[in-house]
T-cell receptor, first 117, second 115 residues
């Protein structure tokens, strides 16, 4: 079974600075998707960024980028120019891409990000 | 596009009663819907996966007779918590995905309090 590990229960960053959230995963599959979700105090899950495992290029969405290291099974999220609105719980998630594979998302335990003004 | 709604957003019920939570995909057909439970300061725990027109697949440890899931149409899934007890109090989140899509779209969640 696949597992996702987020080793940082809490992180803090100064406004306008950069922060990196860590995520590692374990799988025997070769094809899969990885996601970072943000859950603000409203508790609405918001997709921040996604990465297809077959793509070598790291995904980027505005201030958010990932460092995807497939061999190391690592998928970290970098938030640049942090804003107060970035404060939230961040969840890393894995999904199989295999034909007939599970559609389930496997979530890490989350990292609570605080942004200090 | 890809909006998912949940109703109600919060509900309080008495112990022993049943409560139904609806999950709707508003602008797409959801071939698969997922139900999660989230305790305070914890991650999402998948309860079950449902495909339209077929029985839900429950995760290990989830009581299927207690948490009844129905996915009667391509836009609606319901979760009924039967004979609710205070320990069922939690935040319940649904998500939905389109056919041949790997992305899940999440509803805003429902806070259930059982007194």
């Amino acid at each position: 079974a696949q597992t996702v590990t987020q080793s940082q229960p809490e992180m803090s960053v100064q406004e306008a600075e950069t922060v990196t959230l860590s995520c590692t995963y374990d799988t025997s599959e070769s094809d899969y998707y990885l996601f970072w979700y943000k859950q603000p105090p409203s508790r609405q899950m918001i997709l921040v960024i996604r990465q297809e495992a077959y793509k070598q290029q790291n995904a980027t969405e505005n201030r958010f980028s990932v460092n995807f290291q497939k061999a190391a099974k690592s998928f970290s999220l970098k938030i640049s120019d942090s804003q107060l609105g970035d404060a939230a719980m961040y969840f890393c998630a894995y999904r199989s891409a295999n034909q007939g594979g599970s559609e389930k998302l496997v979530f890490g335990k989350g990292t609570k990000l605080t942004v200090n003004p | 596009g890809a909006v998912v709604s949940q109703h109600p957003s919060w509900v309080i019920c008495k112990s022993g009663t049943s409560v139904k939570i609806e999950c709707r995909s508003l602008d797409f057909q959801a071939t698969t819907m997922f139900w999660y439970r989230q305790f305070p300061k914890q991650s999402l725990m998948l309860m079950a996966t449902s495909n339209e027109g077929s029985k839900a697949t429950y995760e290990q440890g989830v009581e299927k007779d207690k948490f009844l899931i129905n996915h009667a149409s391509l836009t609606l899934s319901t979760l009924t918590v039967t004979s609710a007890h205070p320990e069922d109090s939690s935040f319940y989140i649904c998500s939905a995905s389109r056919q041949a899509s790997y992305e899940q779209y999440f509803g805003p969640g429902t806070r259930l309090t059982v007194t």
